[in-house]
């Protein structure tokens, strides 16, 4: 009896401690339920995570949509307020630098071979997740990172590696700031400014469709642009001052591109914690 009641007490015990540990140390966890952060974190795995908002440049952040407050979501906080972002054949730009891409961003890559069933092979072995039905047919495409395209990159059977970009000007569906009066899409984008508090921007037709939604937001009356004249509510505006921060978001997985790009900037408020670790 007193053996099985100490074996019971011991797991108990500790999670209690880990609870209270969690509480103390302001952690908490949430699932991943899609594919949008893969390599870096996949689907299912169990995410841990502090409930302090990052300030940094590239860390992985827990964050609630104005649709969706009920449910979290994770990306990576690329742009940070006040930032000039453009994206340039997928390749990011900030305040007219290039970015260092962290390991585990991940591209849609496609390849030619002779050798299908060999390749197949090789793909497999090392992980590299591919589509085997056009694989069958000769055309091969994965989504995988720096360390995967080293990996395509080192089998002589594989030539022509080339990652699929949507090319400048071909509009894709309408959001935020893919609005289809810029003919942006997912790899073709910007420049834009992200919204820093206390700065301002001169209204015009860009900024109009850009800002929208923030300044209704933040004002709560509704923009209006009527005979070549700005109205906030019943006034007449030429500039408008931004009340928060906004950061740009993105997914690692940069193929799939439900993040800022689709859903625009993201508040401070909106920001609930920054990552720790997956198992």
């Not at 995967?148 to 059977?157: D, F, M, S, V």
Request: net charge positive.
């Amino acid at each position: 009896m007193k053996i099985a009641l100490k074996n019971w007490f011991l797991p108990v015990s500790l999670a209690i401690v880990l609870v209270i540990l969690l509480k103390v140390f302001f952690i908490s966890k949430v699932v991943m339920k899609d594919d949008s952060m893969q390599q870096s974190i996949f689907k299912g795995e169990t995410v841990f995570y502090t409930k302090q908002p990052a300030s940094k440049r590239n860390s992985i952040v827990v964050f609630r949509t104005e649709k969706e407050d009920d449910n979290l979501f994770l990306k990576r906080q690329v742009g940070l307020p006040g930032d000039t972002i453009e994206i340039s054949n997928s390749i990011i730009y900030i305040n007219g630098q290039r970015l260092n891409e962290q390991e585990g961003v991940s591209f849609t890559y496609s390849f030619e071979t002779d050798s299908i069933n060999s390749v197949s092979n090789y793909l497999i072995s090392n992980k590299i997740l591919f589509n085997i039905r056009a694989a069958y047919l000769g055309y091969f495409t994965c989504n995988t990172d720096m360390n995967g395209l080293k990996i395509l990159n080192a089998n002589p059977y594989i030539k022509n590696i080339r990652r699929a970009v949507v090319e400048s000007f071909v509009k894709q569906s309408s959001s935020i700031i893919m609005a289809t009066e810029f003919y942006w899409n997912k790899d073709n984008l910007g420049p834009v400014i992200i919204p820093r508090k206390g700065t301002y921007i001169n209204l015009g037709q860009k900024s109009f469709f850009l800002y929208k939604e923030i300044i209704e937001k933040e004002s709560r009356k509704k923009l209006v642009h009527k005979n070549n004249i700005f109205y906030l509510g019943k006034q007449e505006i030429k500039e408008y001052t931004f009340q928060m921060n906004y950061y740009f978001l993105l997914n690692d997985n940069r193929t799939n591109y439900s993040d800022s790009r689709w859903f625009g900037f993201v508040a401070d408020n909106q920001i609930i914690g920054t990552y720790l670790f997956a198992i």
